[in-house]
């Protein structure tokens, strides 16, 4: 009876029927659709067909074609679905939607492609027959019923209704179309299902791809399950997230494009193995972290930072000597210890490329080009530099790095300015190294023994980073005003160079090729608008600075420029300086020497002393007057130095006949020392033999000489002890006009190579404390 009812309709089928392409869906019989159509020539078919037999033929377009270009006869599936129209609208813009219900399958024969309609030739598919396998086929269909009634229990149905019609419905081939037109089917599996002709086959794929939708169910159901176990409840985003990676994890999906970069990078990263490993551990603890979170937010930073520093990369030396020497000779007037060692390392490099980098540490009175010293040697060696300030820092990790667990944690000063030097062997200056602070946060000074070693820094640890990296290639110089302050660990560290303060001479070709010119360009004037003579530079000089360096030598020199700027703003013409003008322009001039050298008086001995600024010149005074033998010491003076004041006196009172000093003095007489300025505090042990002298010229009533000035430490046998900042205190004795100098003799090494320093000065050497006296009181004998 069924047979016969298909050979029926079939036999309504016209042989030539309009065609409608359909994109992105296969149409089955038994299938109702709603289709748009926007071709003129499609719906002048379809308008063809409502007139008729109210049939189309509908065929899939294959997947290659571009929706965008037109569909030509070749473009289409030969095989499709006759279907009938059940109702048409026209919408707005010209087209036509339609709902149509899918008929029999039909084979089409051959185009017609006229101007205003596309037709085919049509042949009605029937379902083959094969009683033999009859009972084989009703075990699929029960299989496939099973499927259903397992996906109903688990509420894994298309729709509400599935499996009520589906338990009622017989036929195979109207299973089958059912079920396929709520399978989810690419475009070539449904095709590929609407060709089959052969039953058995047919619900055998059907069989499969149903099952197959099951399990996708189950997988949803079991990424749902997974997330929602590991899921906080009061976390409504971090589930999403769960579920998202759980998805990615079942499909594979796991290789994200930055995690695949940082991998490509560090394939390329010149690095030990020790550290690669490090860096790739963390790649993967990112991998496995949620994107938006605070740790991967950290991991990040932290391979910004390795990926940033400069593994491996390296600046090239210029290692011409002669160039080096030039760009040291530009850059400073003098310094020539200095310079001789940088030439040696040029030198040295020369011939051995892979020698140790040097540890210098200039130690000298402010504003003797220490920091611009550390530029000039990388200007001319032709390599980056960088600077640390660790003035005042407590703060080990600002060496070491913080550990990564600290919220902003940072690498420590030396691998951030590696990060921004580029290169692995940058010229690293550290400044005001002697003024590194400690508290409970650690100490610095500590944590800079393994930075200035050079068999530790090879492999030096930043707490941030967590691996080691290598900074023996880089040259550290280092710049302090004082050693005291320096510990002996990391003194042993360095190669330490001293710098003295300049001399006149010096500091006159420092102005005239350096100093002039910055107050020229800072005041914005022509060369010619800034006259400075000789004279008027020795007078700035003398006048005016009592300093070691020249910074106040320079901000004279700009304030003299920006005096002339103004000149020319107001008159149109440049101002003359002279020494008679000076001080209409710079004030007063600033003698702080007293007129030291005038007059030789009692008690008074010029003395000299070394500071971090530099030498200066101390006038140590002594008066006895009556009372017991009491010994008061006044001008803020520290403890050695009222030692060395005890010391004098014990030795003055042992030698009392030698010196026809009548011993009754010590004890009805008391003695008084001051040494001025009294608001700025003293010590050390240099004053011995300057106090000596000054109490046994009270003690005596003998003047001292005043063209002399003394420094040296005294021992209860009046031997003269050495001292230190010999040059300091020679070019303060000759700032205050002072002809002759008494020093220690074992400080004569210190003298060597002073050059100028010791230019238009006598040097008195003497060793025990009878020779200070001949000289500073030669009317005592």
Known sequence: MKAELSKSMMSKIPDNLPVIPTMDVVVFPQMIVPLLVLDNRIIKGIEAALEGSKMVLLLAAKKNVDHQDAIGTKDLYKVGTVASILRMIKIPDGGIKILVQGVCKANALSFSTGKETLNATVQAMEPQEQQEDEMEVLAQIKNIKDLAEQMAASGQTFSPDFHIILSKIADPDKIADFILSHLN?????????LEQTNKKEMLSNLYKYLHKEIEISKMQEQIRNSARDSMNKSQKEYYLREQMRAIKKELGDTDEEEIDKLREKLETLPVIEETKEE????????????????????????????????????TEDNLDINHARTVLDQDHYGLEKIKERILDFISVRNLKKDGHAPILCFVGPPGTGKTSLGKSIARSLGRTDFRVSLGGVRDEAEIRGHRRTYVGAMPGRFIQGIRKAGSCNPIIIIDELDKIGADFRGDPSAAMLEVLDPQQNKTFYDNYLGVPFDLSKAIFIATANSLDTISGPLKDRMEIIQLSGYTMNEKMHIARNHLVNRAIESAGLKEEALKISDSVLQDVISSYTRESGVRQ????????????????????????????????YLGPKMLRDEQTGQKDQVGITNGLAWTAYGGEMLRIEAVMLPGRGK???????????????????TYARAHAKEFCIDENLFTKKDIHIHVPAGAVPKD?????????????????????????AMTGELNLRGHVMPIGGVKEKVLAAKRNKITHIILPEKNKQDLVDAGEVTEGIKIIWVSKAEEVIRHALPNLF
Do not use: C
């Open 684 to 708: 050390g042990p240099s004053a011995g033999v300057t106090m000596l002298t000054s109490i046994l010229s009270v003690l005596t009533g003998k003047p001292i000489s005043a063209k002399h």
């Open 553 to 584: 030598l320079e901000r004279l020199l700009t304030k003299l420029g920006a005096k002339s700027a103004r000149s020319i703003v107001e008159t149109k013409k440049p101002a003359t300086f002279s020494v008679k003008n000076l001080p209409d």
């Open 279 to 314: 860096i790739k551990r963390q790649i993967n603890r990112l991998e496995s972290t949620a994107p938006e979170s605070m740790e991967a937010m950290v991991i990040r930073n932290y391979l910004d930072w390795i990926f940033a520093l400069p593994w491996g990369k390296e």
């Open 185 to 193: 089917l690419s475009v070539e599996q449904a095709q590929e299902l």
């Open 631 to 649: 010994l008061t010491l006044t001008g803020q003076l520290g403890d050695v130095m009222k030692e060395s004041a005890q010391a004098a006196i």
